[in-house]
């Protein structure tokens, strides 16, 4: 399976900018779709966003239009650019594999490889 490592997220004011990276090592040569999740205390985590090998990506509806999935050609690593921050983008940032469903779907139970995770704070 895949090593999955997220870049250091911090803390970014409302409204401003801030990219995510997720470095992958190891065996991704099953790699079906990569994502990202987030997940705040006392709640389910949440898909954001879900990309294909040939490029493409689907979002939840509360990040459309602000926030951008993409990678590299070998699955050797995944971005997220988050543009337009509001407070509520607040929470632990996840990058995940699928390696064993050929489904496109932005629900965590599809997705077995998981980085540690990554704070993004946004103050307003």
């Known amino acids: 399976q895949p090593r999955l490592v997220e870049s250091v997220g911090g803390p970014v004011q409302a409204g401003g900018p801030l990219r995510l990276s997720c470095a992958v090592s190891?065996?991704?040569?099953?790699?079906?779709?990569m994502g990202w999740f987030r997940q705040v205390p006392g709640k389910e985590r949440e898909g954001v966003a879900t990309?294909?090998?040939?490029?493409?990506?689907r979002y939840a509806d509360s990040v459309k239009g602000r926030f951008t999935i993409s990678k590299d050609s070998r699955w050797n690593a995944l971005y997220l650019q988050m543009n337009s921050l509001k407070p509520e983008d607040t929470a632990m940032y996840y990058c995940?594999?699928?390696?064993?469903?050929?489904?496109?779907?932005?629900?965590?139970?599809?997705?077995?490889?998981w980085g540690q995770g990554t704070q993004v704070t946004v103050s307003s």
């Open positions: 190891g065996d991704n040569d099953r790699t079906f779709s």
């Open positions: 995940a594999a699928n390696t064993r469903r050929t489904l496109f779907r932005l629900l965590a139970e599809d997705y077995d490889s």
């Open positions: 990309i294909l090998a040939g490029g493409s990506s």
